[in-house]
C-alpha cells in the first residue's frame, strides 16, 4: 500500500519501493479492494524482499515496523513509522485506517522531499 501511494505523487525524480524482510508470497487481497477504493490498483504488484530493493540509489528507507526492529541501510536517511502489520486480518476497516495513516505520513514525506528539492 505504501508504494502505490506514494507514487501516486511523488515528488520530482522519487520513486517508492516496497520491500519487508519477510514478505508474503502476495499482496493481500484486502489490501487490494481498500486501495481500489480511492483509485489505485496495486493488483499488479509483487511482495518482495529487501535486498532486491535496496542499491545504490536508495536514499530514503521508511521502516513501518511496530512488532519488530526495523533495518538500519548504512548511507541512506531512516524514517521509522511504527505500524501494526494487518497480515492475517479480513476486517477492511484495519486495512483502511492502515491506507489512511500511510496515506497522511505519505503526504508529509512527500512534500518534506519536495522542499528539500527547492532549497
Not at 97 to 116: H, T
Request: with cysteine.
Amino acid at each position: 500500500m505504501a508504494e502505490g501511494l506514494f507514487n501516486a505523487a511523488p515528488p520530482a525524480e522519487w520513486r517508492a519501493s516496497s520491500a519487508g524482510t519477510e514478505p508474503a508470497a502476495q499482496v493481500r487481497p484486502e489490501a487490494i479492494t481498500v486501495m481500489r477504493e480511492i483509485g489505485l490498483d496495486i493488483s499488479h504488484h509483487q511482495p518482495k524482499h529487501l535486498r532486491e530493493a535496496l542499491g545504490p540509489d536508495v536514499a530514503v528507507v521508511v521502516g513501518l515496523c511496530a512488532e519488530e526492529a526495523c533495518p538500519i541501510v548504512p548511507g541512506a536517511r531512516s524514517e521509522h513509522w511504527p505500524l501494526r502489520d494487518p497480515a492475517g486480518s479480513k476486517d477492511l476497516q484495519v486495512y483502511r485506517q492502515l491506507r489512511d495513516n500511510l496515506r497522511e505520513r505519505i503526504s508529509d514525506l512527500v512534500a518534506r522531499l519536495a522542499r528539500e528539492q527547492t532549497s
